[in-house]
Nanobody, 123 residues
Framework: VQLQASGGGLVQAGGSLRLSCGAS????????MAWFRQAPGKEREFVAV????????LYADSVKGRFTISRDNAKNTVSLLMNSLTPEDTAVYYC?????????????????WGQGTQVTVSS
């Protein structure tokens, strides 16, 4: 199984980025998908999760209203559109997969992880 995250970069505060995660080696439509992030010196934290059908999403309070998670089961991809970015959003962002119906805010419940993509927001 491989999860390949991309789309990170350097952006000014108030700007936007779109992260993508391509999956291979698994039946993508049978997995709930999530994004987590880890800032330097901090623990990994939950960002957003989307159900295997795409019908249900959940966001961390810190990103609610600014970030949007979506998926395309035909293309085996999950995306995270990030708007109104602040320096506090600076982190390495990881996509993760867990079996359908098991989507959660708890990282340890995810079986597969991508390599991460760096997002840096300058003030």
């Amino acid at each position: 199984v491989q999860l390949q995250a991309s789309g990170g970069g350097l952006v000014q505060a108030g700007g936007s980025l779109r992260l993508s995660c391509g999956a291979s080696g698994l039946t993508f439509s049978r997995y709930d998908m999530a994004w987590f992030r880890q800032a330097p010196g901090k623990e990994r934290e939950f960002v957003a999760v989307i159900s295997w059908t795409g019908s249900t999403t959940l966001y961390a309070d810190s990103v609610k209203g600014r970030f949007t998670i979506s998926r395309d089961n035909a293309k085996n991809t999950v995306s995270l559109l990030m708007n109104s970015l602040t320096p506090e959003d600076t982190a390495v962002y990881y996509c993760a997969a867990t079996a359908a119906g098991r989507g959660t805010t708890i990282g340890d419940r995810y079986a597969y992880w991508g390599q991460g993509t760096q997002v840096t927001v300058s003030s």
